[in-house]
Every structure is written in structure tokens, then in C-alpha cells.
């Protein structure tokens, strides 16, 4: 089965941008949708993206689509999230998963916290 740690949360300010990464171990990484999932103090987790097992398909949630990226590289078994024109409301623990279904998580990693400043 498949592990998920994800890095590179921190403080930016609003408008501001910042880049996670995903690092799976195991060698079947390449095998699945991999997606990007965020939870809010006090709110449920909410779908943010996810990508496709070779890249060549993305989805975004409405309230990231034009700001946020996802892609892969499978030959190192990471996958990351470019995130632009960030807004306080971006705040919160960003998570990677394997997705299951439609937009389900299935593995989850441990999350990085992201907080953009107004």
C-alpha cells in the first residue's frame, strides 16, 4: 500500500503563491489518481483537485480553478500543487490522497498546514 507525506506548507501572504509536494513510497504510485484535499478549522474536509495516474487528466474545484495546478512525476513518485493568487479563505491543512471513485480519498498523508495572511 501506498504512503503519502506531504511538505511544503508555511505562511504567505494574500495574493501571494506556494508549492506542496507529495512524496509516495512503494512502487505503485503510478498507478493511481492521486488527488489534493484541504480542511478548515472548524470545517469538513472539501475536495481541492486531483490528477489523473499519467497527468494527462486534472479536476478542480470550482473555488481553486485558474489559481491552482496539480501535476506528477511518476519517476519520483511525487506529486504536487501550485497554488497562486492565494486568499485568506486557502487557509488550512492541505492533504494527498489516492482517490477512489469519483472524488473520494482513499490513503490519506499526514498534511501540511497552509495559512495565507490578509
Known amino acids: 500500500q501506498v504512503q503519502l507525506v506531504e511538505s511544503g506548507g508555511g505562511l504567505v501572504q494574500a495574493g501571494g503563491s506556494l508549492r506542496l509536494s507529495c512524496a509516495a513510497s512503494?512502487?505503485?504510485?503510478?498507478?493511481?489518481?492521486m488527488g489534493w484535499f484541504r480542511q478548515a478549522t472548524g470545517k469538513e474536509r472539501e475536495f481541492v483537485g486531483l490528477?489523473?495516474?499519467?497527468?494527462?487528466?486534472?479536476a478542480y474545484a470550482d473555488s481553486v480553478k485558474d489559481r491552482f495546478i496539480i501535476s506528477r512525476d511518476n519517476a519520483k513518485n511525487t506529486m504536487y500543487l501550485q497554488m497562486s493568487s492565494l486568499k485568506p479563505e486557502d487557509t488550512g491543512v492541505y492533504y494527498c490522497?489516492?482517490?477512489?471513485?469519483?472524488?473520494?480519498?482513499?490513503?490519506w498523508g499526514q498534511g501540511t498546514l497552509v495559512t495565507v495572511s490578509s
Open positions: 490522497a489516492t482517490v477512489v471513485g469519483s472524488t473520494s480519498p482513499g490513503v
Open positions: 512503494g512502487r505503485t504510485f503510478s498507478i493511481y489518481r
Open positions: 490528477i489523473s495516474w499519467n497527468g494527462g487528466r486534472t
